[in-house]
T-cell receptor, first 112, second 110 residues
Framework: DGGITQSPKYLFRKEGQNVTLSCEQNLNHDAMYWYRQDPGQGLRLIYYSQIVNDFQKGDIAEGYSVSREKKESFPLTVTSAQKNPTAFYLC???????????FGQGTRLTVV | RKEVEQDPGPFNVPEGATVAFNCTYSNSASQSFFWYRQDCRKEPKLLMSVYSSGNEDGRFTAQLNRASQYISLLIRDSKLSDSATYLCVVTSGGSYIPTFGRGTSLIVHP
């Protein structure tokens, strides 16, 4: 089945730790995105990538890092510098060029 | 001013009703427009694209008004299963980055 997969579904992190969220797609999409959603809020763009080995900061990139070494994969690292990391993280991909984006099931990160 | 604005609702309607949502966007150079549906604690799912000529998919009709910079979604014969949050999405810039509105909550009751 073609799709976009995020793992893990739930993640608990201690303060001061870095954690990496996985995002893999087999849709052959060029563009990939990471969004953050807080309760009752809209989606805010963290990072995006239009092509392998290239990525750009979104609106709230501070405290996050990404890599795009393969077309299929776009992992997000939440670093200890992110002041309020507890949120619902959503990864998406699209063909680019204004086509609709498709989402993974999301990762709920909680800092304990 | 936010790039994409929606009335958060909730819109509370009985089964069978017709309901309409509007969304305004600030960037006149925006290129693509979509409606997504998001169920509670789930990921957003693409509902439909929105074209200048308007488009329909079953009970759902979407319209784009570029002159006034708004898009609309009309749902006819509402079902209980239509209860969800509806997100307006606009892409802009050379990279066609999707920008999301905060969503409009719809509750369909028996």
């Amino acid at each position: 089945d073609g799709g976009i997969t995020q793992s893990p579904k739930y993640l608990f992190r201690k303060e001061g730790q870095n954690v990496t969220l996985s995002c893999e797609q087999n849709l052959n999409h060029d563009a990939m995105y990471w969004y953050r959603q807080d309760p009752g809020q809209g989606l805010r763009l963290i990072y995006y990538s239009q092509i392998v080995n290239d990525f750009q900061k979104g609106d709230i990139a501070e405290g996050y890092s990404v890599s795009r070494e393969k077309k299929e994969s776009f992992p997000l690292t939440v670093t200890s510098a992110q002041k309020n990391p507890t949120a619902f993280y959503l990864c998406a991909s699209s063909m680019g060029g204004g086509q609709g984006a498709f989402f993974g099931q999301g990762t709920r990160l909680t800092v304990v | 001013r936010k790039e994409v604005e929606q009335d958060p609702g909730p819109f509370n309607v009985p089964e069978g009703a017709t309901v309409a949502f509007n969304c305004t966007y600030s960037n006149s150079a925006s290129q693509s427009f979509f409606w997504y549906r998001q169920d509670c604690r789930k990921e957003p799912k693409l509902l439909m694209s929105v074209y200048s000529s308007g488009n329909e998919d079953g009970r759902f009709t979407a319209q784009l008004n570029r002159a006034s910079q708004y898009i609309s979604l009309l749902i006819r014969d509402s079902k209980l299963s239509d209860s969800a949050t509806y997100l307006c999405v606009v892409t802009s810039g050379g990279s066609y980055i999707p920008t999301f509105g905060r969503g409009t909550s719809l509750i369909v009751h028996p």
